[in-house]
């Protein structure tokens, strides 16, 4: 039987791991070895880690009924209103 | 027999370079068509990894020889390579290459180990660097092994492609070797290896010429002296 294996690569120590891909394999020594091959061979990651795609629980709904965008920062511009409150408050930088 | 004559230090690293690039070359022929995308990648990287093994031996033979690695690895004739006779059969399925790749890595994980406690030091460094390297091809041959050695057909298989090659892994080593390679072997199938006939070095399978056409053809099509 052939399993998924989600294979996450760190590139240098301390950055995040991040997704590199998945590779197939009956069980997690094989996912080791193909893991080493396809993402460790050329010395381009730090660590890996390989994780049963069983293991992964997927989230992709987030339902928007209410049009919620005023929860969003995007679209608001906060640099004039920093300036008019440092200037309330005596505290505005010279520029 | 004359395989146990004492032999220089370039005509040692020639057999071990000879076995690394004739088999890199015969693991190569599984590039695109391995049973599955993983293994494909896999087995073509440890074929390139034994190509570089060779290039690193060829390198120290040169020197000794006054020559260069590429002159070593295309110049010769099919006759004066080194190569045991294991690495030359073309075997086009799985089983037996398997079984092959486990023999061959078994058998050249013995005489590394006691290369690497060789008193020259340049043998016994490069050694113990190709054996670094060499940890992960033994891997994958066990696991695969291990996965065959787990089903009924699988075993069979195995088994048969092991029957078969083993008068030729045993003449990967010399003499006093031999006896280690049976221990491991049998350790690891778990079954007992037949009383047989060592193919030693020294003469050729039919399939060396025809892959020596293909492997030099490139090489020799060039006017002598051609840069790459």
Known sequence: MTLVWEVFRQERKGQPFAHAGSV????????ELYAREQYGRRQESEALWIVPREGVHAVADFPDE?????RRVDGYSIKARLKEARERAGTAVES | MNEQAPRSRAE??????DDDLILGWRNSEWTGIAPFLEEDVAFSSIAQNEIGH???????????????ADALAFDRRPEEYRTAPLVELRRLEWARTIARHFLYETADAIRIDALKSSDDPEVAGLAAKIDREEAYHRMHAELWVGRLLGSEDGRKRLHEAVEELWPYALGVLDDELR???RRRVEAALGWTLPEAEPVPRGHHEAELAELWEEMTSVRRSAPAGARW
């Open chain 1, 24 to 31: 197939t394999a009956p069980d997690l020594s094989f996912a």
């Open chain 1, 66 to 70: 209410f049009d919620l965008k005023y």
């Open chain 2, 12 to 17: 040692l690293l020639l057999e071990l370079a």
């Open chain 2, 54 to 68: 060779a290039r690193a031996l060829y390198e120290l033979a040169a020197r000794d020889l006054g020559t260069d």
């Open chain 2, 179 to 181: 006896p280690e390679l």
